[in-house]
């Protein structure tokens, strides 16, 4: 049983940073895809970042280009998503989640397990 624990997130202003990270248990990490997204009151979960098992490799969500940056380090069965210049359309539940076997990194439902969610709000 694969378990993704999310660090808390937080109250920044505009312009600020913060990091999220994520610890997985109960699989083999190192084989995942990993990935970032993000649900804000009244939308959907849509995708912002992920990363290949590797890290070699990692793709982005447009909004998020430059200002956010998805990382790991296998060893500690961990992923980051570092958030920079951040802005109030970034306020939303952010969440971790991993694939078994690739697919298309940007839909949400190709991913196996989920993170309980932590929340980011960025004020204006």
């Known amino acids: 049983q694969v378990q993704l624990d999310e660090s808390e997130g937080g109250l920044v202003q505009a312009g600020g940073s913060l990091r999220l990270s994520c610890v997985a248990s109960g699989g083999t990490f190192s084989s995942f895809f990993m990935g970032w997204f993000r649900q804000a009151p009244g939308k959907e979960r849509e995708f912002v970042a992920a990363?290949?098992?590797?890290?070699?490799?990692?793709y982005y969500t447009d909004s998020v280009k430059g200002r956010f940056t998805i990382s790991r380090d296998n060893a500690k069965n961990t992923v980051y998503l570092e958030m920079d210049s951040l802005e109030p359309e970034d306020t939303a539940v952010y969440y971790c989640?991993?694939?078994?076997?690739?697919?298309?990194?940007?839909?949400?439902?190709?991913?196996?397990?989920w993170g309980q969610g932590t929340q980011v709000t960025v004020s204006s």
């Open positions: 990363i290949t098992p590797s890290g070699r490799s990692t």
């Open positions: 989640a991993g694939q078994k076997y690739l697919g298309r990194y940007y839909l949400k439902e190709e991913y196996d397990y």
